[in-house]
């Protein structure tokens, strides 16, 4: 429940509301559950739309979704280039979901952010893709990615930050 007056907004997050969502979880942990679903349909070539489903929260209530996503390869990997590919995609999310954590812990601790980037990048072998070897693995063997973050916090605190951002990021 959120609590009347001025609110704490940091990073513009309301960091009061924020906190009711990790009260209500520690709460309630029967409620605190979020179910998330996308329906991805072939749409030619080496194309296809991903369109995403209601979440689910634990407490009954759902959130309807309206987005889609496109994915395509370039031409040189037989598609179309009219999307990004799923590689893309993948990183994209890894990426978008780190950065939902480090603004997270930032806004908690009070900490205006002025910068946050998250470069992420893997090399796949498409031996491993085309069952060409088994010794290489269809999978990345390692992702790298470079954070740049800055704000008033202290480099301690961003330290901190980056351990939890590793250790509870879901993607």
């Known amino acids: ?6 609110r704490k907004i940091v990073n513009d997050v309301d960091v009061d509301a924020l906190e009711d969502i990790a009260a209500s979880a520690r709460s309630k942990p029967e ?10 349909r072939w ?4 194309r296809s739309e991903g369109s995403a489903r209601p979440i689910r929260l634990g407490n009954g209530r759902t959130i309807d979704r309206q987005f889609k996503i496109a994915a395509d390869e370039p031409e040189e990997i037989l ?19 780190m950065t939902v954590r480090y603004v997270e812990g930032a806004s908690l601790r009070g900490i205006n952010l002025t910068k946050l980037e998250i470069e992420t990048e893997g ?35 961003f330290e901190e930050i ?5 250790q509870v990021s879901p993607n």
């Open 79 to 97: 598609g179309t280039d009219a999307a990004p590919n799923p590689q893309e995609l993948l990183l994209a999310a890894l990426n978008a979901c």
């Open 123 to 157: 090399t796949l072998d498409l031996r491993g893709l085309f069952q060409l070897s088994e010794l290489v693995p269809p999978g990345y063997p390692a992702i790298r990615y470079v954070v740049r973050i800055a704000g008033d916090g202290t480099p301690r605190q």
């Open 31 to 40: 409620q605190a559950t979020v179910a998330y679903g996308v329906a991805t």
């Open 43 to 46: 749409t030619g070539q080496m």
């Open 162 to 166: 980056h351990a939890e951002v590793q």
């Open 1 to 6: 429940m959120l609590k009347p007056g001025p």
